[in-house]
């Protein structure tokens, strides 16, 4: 992964624009005190701060924000493990005090992708990758999935809490894509892996699954080939389960010829518990829409209300550099889905809502 290349584009951090952002959401909806602004200063040129996502602790008045970094932390008394560590740092939402800052990481790189809390099983929860190996645990090659998890995250002090990581990843370099609250006491990671044979072309062909209980056991692993030969590229886009309480739980992605040639190819897949396909479709069909329209499913969501897995995505999409550029083109305009895919009741296939097409630029509707 090219973590470091990515992080050293930005020398200061950045993660006073979250928080301040954050602030002011807050005190809107809450009429709590004035706007605060967080900056971690940088000790040299080559200090790094990066932050990705945040959460609120529930009945609390603790904001916990993840990120990784090459230097120190505030309020912490441990010391980066060496590269880039993740971290998580905890403030007073009133007054923006660092409250407390913890160190996630082993001799190698690790980023942070997501970070969600529970209230049900008053967890925090952070994914993450890692290039190296946390105690007790395996690096099966390139970089690796974690998934590091707080216990009685409400009533415990930020510095005294606990933290277990837990780590599974294909033979190749991991891309996490999104982590899910399901089965009311399990937490399910997605990303996009490889198998041995892609790991030499340096392309993701696997969907790499990987579930911990909130009794911090590994319940469930699995590295699906969904891409055979050599050349051939997957990447998962969004996830989504049908509700906290359920077994179900979807993925979009795509799946194409590289560097050249082959049609890309986007779809819907819905699994079980036992990571077996339920079904899969295919959106271009599923929406009525020409084979000249490739949407990248970005986004997803199930709504108990309507039954249905919403999805939103662009045309053309940004994810799979073999084929697409690498930022929109004015000239071309970029079209947005909205779309709905609905599993039946007994589960034996799908119908679909027809999409409409309003093109960004032009603002017609096909």
């Given at each position: 992964m090219d973590t470091a290349d990515t992080c050293k584009r930005s020398k200061k951090s950045m993660l006073y624009v979250l928080l301040w952002m954050m602030s002011i959401l807050m005190c809107a909806r809450f009429g709590a005190a004035d706007p605060w602004i967080f900056e971690i200063p940088a000790e040299d040129e080559n200090a790094v701060y990066q932050s990705c996502c945040v959460a609120v602790i529930t009945g609390t008045n603790v904001l916990a924000v993840a990120g990784w970094t090459n230097s120190a932390l505030p309020g912490s008394s441990g010391s980066n493990a060496g590269g880039f560590d993740a971290y998580l740092l905890f403030f007073n939402q009133d007054s923006g005090e660092v409250i407390g800052s913890r160190f996630i990481g082993t001799s190698g790189e690790e980023t942070a992708d997501k970070l969600i809390y529970v209230e049900s099983t008053d967890q925090l929860v952070l994914l993450g990758t890692t290039s190296g190996t946390f105690p007790g645990q395996e690096n099966r090659g390139g970089v690796d999935l974690f998934m590091s998890v707080i216990p009685s995250a409400s009533s415990t002090d930020p510095a005294d809490m606990d933290i277990t990581s837990l780590q599974y990843g294909s033979v190749g370099d991991d891309i996490p894509n999104d982590l899910l609250f399901y089965r009311s006491n399990q937490y399910l990671a997605t990303a996009s892996g490889s198998t041995a044979?892609?790991?030499?072309?340096?392309?993701?062909?696997?969907?790499?699954?990987f579930r911990v209980t909130s009794s911090l056991q590994v319940q469930r692993t699995e590295t699906i080939t969904f891409a055979e030969g050599q050349?051939?590229?997957?990447?998962?886009?969004?996830?989504?389960?049908?509700?906290?309480?359920?077994?179900?739980?979807?993925?979009?992605?795509?799946?194409?010829?590289?560097?050249?040639?082959?049609?890309?190819?986007y779809f819907i897949v819905e699994f079980d518990n036992t990571f077996s396909e339920i079904y899969r479709r295919e959106i271009l069909s599923q929406f009525g829409?020409?084979?000249?329209?490739?949407?990248?499913?970005?986004?997803?969501d199930y709504s108990a209300e309507s039954n249905a897995y919403w999805l939103a995505g662009t045309d053309p999409g940004?994810?799979?550099?073999?084929?697409?550029?690498?930022?929109?083109?004015?000239?071309?305009?970029?079209?947005?889905?909205?779309?709905?895919?609905?599993?039946?009741?007994?589960?034996?296939?799908?119908?679909?809502?027809?999409?409409?097409?309003?093109?960004?630029?032009?603002?017609?509707?096909?």
């Open positions: 044979e892609s790991t030499r072309f340096g392309q993701s062909n696997a969907l790499v699954l050349f051939s590229f997957f990447r998962v886009y969004s996830s989504a389960v049908r509700g906290p309480t359920a077994d179900e739980f979807a993925i979009t992605f795509e799946l194409s010829q590289v560097p050249s040639g082959g049609i890309q190819r829409l020409s084979d000249a329209y490739r949407f990248q499913p970005d986004h997803m940004y994810g799979n550099p073999y084929r697409e550029p690498a930022y929109p083109s004015p000239a071309g305009g970029v079209s947005f889905l909205v779309g709905r895919v609905i599993p039946e009741t007994n589960q034996a296939g799908y119908t679909s809502e027809a999409a409409t097409r309003p093109d960004m630029q032009q603002n017609t509707y096909l």
